[in-house]
T-cell receptor
Framework: AQSVTQLGSHVSVSEGALVLLRCNYS??????LFWYVQYPNQGLQLLLK??????LVKGINGFEAEFKKSETSFHLTKPSAHMSDAAEYFC????????????FGKGTRLHILP | GAVVSQHPSWVICKSGTSVKIECRSL??????MFWYRQFPKQSLMLMAT?????????EQGVEKDKFLINHASLTLSTLTVTSAHPEDSSFYIC????????????FGSGTRLTVV
């Protein structure tokens, strides 16, 4: 079975500061890992995904994440926060088979302080 | 890229009535569709997995007689909330595995259901 744990339901950073959203996973098989962003009353937008290729994954809007097997982590980072980054972020995991279900973490609300 | 069109985007219904939510894959064949429910300020919880031409697989604790899922074709999956009650008010989202070049999932835009 797969699961993800997102540390911190709320994270606040100043505009221009580093964004770090933490995600740890548990998986009995090599996982595929994802980060999604959700704006209020909207669907999900994929930021990036890890599918067993390069461990450092670059996504959209300047976000990136590094897969660390030894730490079972897949933390999301962005060097400089923008006001438009304020949203809910979800880490997710699947078992890697094409039709396998994707399991979400509880989400982290990112607040950007002016 | 792959697109899943979800309708309606929002719906208000009276208690006791049924509501149908549709998800269509527009430019690919979705043999599998995942249905999620999201309560306010919470995560997405997987409700069920539908496969074209076969019965849906429900997650533990989800009432299959209340949340009817039909996946009659390779491009359409529907979720019907039967005899809706206020506690069913939620945001429902569908998702299909992306059959494009990369591995991933395509999500519908969600349906906000309010039962009054």
């Amino acid at each position: 079975a797969q699961s993800v744990t997102q540390l911190g339901s709320h994270v606040s950073v100043s505009e221009g500061a580093l964004v770090l959203l933490r995600c740890n996973y548990s998986s009995s098989v090599p996982p595929y890992l994802f980060w999604y962003v959700q704006y209020p009353n909207q669907g999900l937008q994929l930021l990036l995904k890890y599918t067993s290729a390069a461990t450092l994954v670059k996504g959209i809007n300047g976000f990136e994440a590094e897969f660390k097997k030894s730490e079972t982590s897949f933390h999301l980072t962005k060097p400089s926060a923008h006001m438009s980054d304020a949203a809910e972020y979800f880490c997710a995991v699947s078992a890697g088979n094409r039709d396998d279900k994707i399991i979400f973490g509880k989400g982290t609300r990112l607040h950007i302080l002016p | 890229g792959a697109v899943v069109s979800q309708h309606p985007s929002w719906v208000i219904c009276k208690s006791g009535t049924s509501v149908k939510i549709e998800c269509r894959s527009l430019d690919f064949q979705a043999t599998t569709m995942f249905w999620y429910r999201q309560f306010p300020k919470q995560s997405l919880m997987l409700m069920a997995t539908s496969n074209e031409g076969s019965k849906a697989t429900y997650e533990q604790g989800v009432e299959k007689d209340k949340f009817l899922i039909n996946h009659a074709s390779l491009t359409l999956s529907t979720l019907t909330v039967t005899s809706a009650h206020p506690e069913d008010s939620s945001f429902y989202i569908c998702s299909a595995p992306d059959r494009g070049g990369g591995y991933g999932y395509t999500f519908g835009s969600g349906t906000r259901l309010t039962v009054v």
